[in-house]
């Protein structure tokens, strides 16, 4: 079995997948951007939105220090989903975590006492971590010359 992927023009690759969560009664599609450098697959923030996930009810993520590039932000357990890839070809549990989105504000005066403020927020994608790959038993074949590439599975 073979599951195929994107490898967009900014260099990411992405699978199409469907997620569920039954304790928060989630479920949809969702885009995920394989993240061979994150241990723990992370729900994003707008995924969790549009599929209806109570962010809110969310509680702090006890497991070890989580370091990244990938933005600022909290993190939190959502607990058990069900990533299922290529139309259910491919399925496995995971305990995901979510982070919440830190907004930054910069405030500069210029010199004629005009204020400026900008905010940024940091979001990231939902990305599909090595914990995925470990747990089902999967490989991930990318051949960059081709931009082709697809995940077998066991």
């Given at each position: ?81 069900r ?18 989105p ?14 400026q ?38």
């Amino acid at each position: 079995m073979a599951i195929p992927l994107r490898l967009t023009s900014d260099g990411r690759v992405e699978v199409d997948a469907h997620l569920i969560s039954a304790p928060h009664r989630a479920r949809g599609s969702v885009a995920f951007v394989i993240d061979t450098g994150s241990q723990k697959t992370i729900l994003g923030a707008r995924d969790a939105e549009t599929l209806g996930f109570p962010t809110e009810a969310f509680v702090p993520y006890a497991g070890p220090t989580m370091f990244g590039i990938g933005g600022k932000g909290k993190a939190l357990e959502v607990g058990r989903c069900r990533i299922i890839l290529g139309g259910g070809a491919l399925m496995t549990d995971l305990d995901l975590i979510y982070f919440r989105p830190d907004r930054e504000t910069t405030t500069k005066t210029r010199g004629s006492g005009v204020r400026q403020t900008r905010q940024r927020l940091f979001a990231l994608p939902s990305l599909l971590g090595t914990d995925f790959f470990s747990t089902s038993r999967c490989t991930l074949v990318v051949n960059w010359a081709s931009r082709t590439g697809e995940i077998r599975g066991p």
